[in-house]
């Protein structure tokens, strides 16, 4: 019998349940503030952004979910996902870790982010919700709602960044094909896109201008509510299915990781590998366990960027977040990480980041795409540039393992695969690729505009 | 519980052994000839090209052919892969019939192809060959043999369609991520890409072309042999991993096709469905199956070309295969599946239409990007151009059960995604798709260039 490369679940071992680690953090967040008053949000003021349900789970204190019936039907389109053992890549690094890697690009996007694209768009169709209005920067998180909202017969409008919707169609197209109408943002359709356009009309866009036009379309319209991909702590639950799984096939190899490793942009795909196992460190069972997120040295929010308030859109409509930030209004250089150029970060992470129960890295994307396609390489799968950033760890990881003579267990988060990146791959392997050292000044600038929170 | 809409198979139920229809067959295949003496080919004449085992598997007579462990090993990276219920798209339709589908899409290079690349590369590597050289038109071969030959450690040149080259590169940086040396093709490597290149130094090349430098560059070098991804009764040998697997999991859910939908180019992909059931049909206990083969009007081999002995590329130089050809000459035109461009045909395919065993129709490719769609709406998945092919006639069978109130089970090869197609979505959904009505004076004039056979 060959080697279990590959570990599998069947339909009948995907969890039925997210885990929320509200209840089991340390110590609680700090509350969401409203943007104008300054006050703990209430329910009543996220209303017009979000169904119920989702605004009761965004502060639930049930350790246990379940996964509705709807949401578990789509999910079997693609789910349980599998989880390899990377031997191939061991080898060829001649370590004596053993790398695990939980693969999420056999969901029909090619990432993640369907988990949670499902679970909203049918939180919304349940509440008689019409419309859903989302933003896009290279189109990952657009393309999931456009599948998700099409499962459940929603319309869905996306404000795609200008310059990704007119240099990188593909996944518009992705959209467009699922149904969603896609418009290059600012535009002329919402109150902040015309504000922009007036002030500068050959604007390229950024994902904090799309965020406020679809922040702003959702509150002006009563049949439309707005859907986001990250960073909220209901996103971030809805991706725990993806390691509550990892956790059922690590048991299966007879295996429990030593450290787990992945990317973070908004921080929902490496929380909803890590959250069900960090769960064991709380409760005191796998004391030494180490979660190393990786984040790009171009947009380095918690290796660089001080724990504040802020919004979450560069108009500063949206709760204000206690996050690491690199404030609102930061742009970050033009990396082929698209997923991870983001000025804030989901406030679970940062919170256990400064609870020191998780670490922190940064990377320059050309040792990552040098780590990509070395992966590739040994493995087959080609990772997505995000996660590529993992890769890159992992290996930093095992060669250690392999100076220390020890067996690590290091679990990665491949959240996708990189079909569509090839242009940043075709960079790497020409010599075109720069690495972005970021000014200290440029970062301070930014964080000049920081709220003043009491 | 829910429905079971994915089928999986585990890894220790994934096929050990290829099926050979060679020996089933009601009446044996026509010889293969040699191009200068018109005489049956012998194994010392196809040895410069192709190592002994694949040369014995092209002709034997074993009805189970043993996977090397070496072959499963890779394989398990993304084998077995699953069985869908597309009940999403029979609510759509409204139809009783039951549809399935196969899905090949998870595989890392997106497609079918591999399952062939991986086994040719493993007897080229057991026989000491250091080198393989092939031909790609947009790439999807080209990178299934980079990621082949990359696992076993053998260099591998690809001569890729030049227009491909330049207007398509994704595929193209997918074989160079996995290690292949790609050069487009007509190129100054080959004797016969110069002397294309001096009649017409603007030649955007052809699959014909790029099959007579990859040829050629393996009758030259030693150390290299020649590897083809369709057409050949060993591919379709190796293929058959796919029908095996569907045939066990149709057996889980209790059901057998009435029909069976498939798109042909050289007609690998669906012969690997197909044949594991065509057996039964041959051995009498499934008379009634309909296997129905689907070509694009615009390269309609088998329902518009004779069958004749004709070459497989353009300069004439492999052996001549008995087979239903528009002629080596004839240049299809720039349909979007690029898999389905091909003036020839697998002979078993051809044989077997030639006995009556098998049915062919063509479509044109708006209807067929209308069913893609359709089918990417209901299913989520976004098949290639290629199967779209198939899901078409699907779509059309399932609603001719809607009108007899029939539930038949119908099963669909879907082949590989669409992820690296979407600029054909683009081209569909903005109504730029045109459909090619083949003037019936462009086949009679490739025709005329059949080789002359005794």
């Not at 990377?86 to 993640?112: C, F, M, N, Q, W």
């Not at 059922?248 to 921080?267: H, M, R, S, T």
């Not at 050309?366 to 290996?395: L, N, W």
């Amino acid at each position: 019998m060959a080697k279990p490369y590959k570990i599998e679940l069947g339909e009948r071992e995907m969890p039925t349940r997210w885990y929320n680690v509200l209840p089991d953090l340390p110590e609680p967040l700090p509350p969401v503030l409203h943007p104008a008053t300054g006050k703990p949000v209430t329910p009543d003021d996220l209303a017009p952004l979000f169904p119920m349900a989702l605004i009761e789970q965004e502060v639930s204190q049930e350790r246990w979910i379940d996964i509705p019936e709807e949401v578990q039907e789509v999910y079997r389109l693609w789910r349980p996902t599998p989880l390899f053992r990377a031997e191939r890549l061991e080898k060829a690094l001649d370590t004596p870790a053993k790398i695990y890697y939980k693969y999420e690009g056999v969901s029909p996007a090619g990432s993640h982010k369907p988990n949670t694209a499902v679970a909203q768009a049918y939180y919304n169709k349940k509440e008689g919700v019409k419309r859903l209005a989302t933003e896009t920067g290279a189109g990952q998180w657009g393309s999931a709602l456009a599948l998700g909202g099409n499962f459940f017969g929603l319309e869905c409008k996306v404000y795609m960044v200008k310059v990704s919707y007119y240099q990188k169609p593909y996944r518009r197209v992705l959209m467009e094909t699922w149904g969603a109408k896609v418009i290059p943002s600012p535009s002329e359709d919402t109150e902040a896109g015309r504000q922009v356009l007036k002030e500068d009309p050959e604007c390229p866009g950024s994902l904090g201008i799309a965020i406020s036009e679809a922040v702003e379309d959702a509150m002006k319209r009563d049949d439309t509510k707005y859907s986001l991909g990250s960073v909220l702590n209901h996103v971030l639950l809805h991706q725990t299915v993806v390691g509550l799984e990892a956790k059922k096939q690590l048991e299966i190899a007879g295996d429990y990781p030593d450290i787990i490793v992945g990317c973070i942009g908004g921080g929902s795909n490496f929380a909803g590998l890590f959250l069900p196992f960090i769960k064991d460190k709380f409760e005191g069972t796998k004391k030494d366990l180490r979660v190393v997120c990786v984040e790009p040295e171009a947009c380095p929010t918690l290796t660089r960027g001080p724990y504040a308030y802020d919004y979450g859109d560069e108009a500063g409509l949206t709760p204000l977040l206690k996050m690491y930030t690199l404030g609102h209004t930061f742009v970050p250089p033009p990396i082929h990480a698209g997923g991870l150029r983001y000025h804030g970060m989901a406030p679970i992470i940062c919170h256990l980041y400064r609870l020191r129960e998780i670490e922190v890295v940064a990377r320059h994307q050309r040792a990552v795409f040098e780590a990509a396609v070395q992966f590739a390489k040994a493995e087959g799968y080609i990772p997505a540039p995000e996660p590529s950033h993992a890769v890159r760890v992992v290996i930093e990881e095992a060669l250690k393992c392999r100076e220390t003579r020890e067996s690590k267990v290091i679990l990665l988060a491949l959240s996708g695969h990189g079909h569509f990146d090839l242009a940043a791959y075709d960079a790497y392997l020409t010599g075109k690729l720069e690495d972005y050292e970021l000014p200290k000044e440029k970062i301070e600038e930014a964080l000049k505009h920081l709220p003043k929170v009491e």
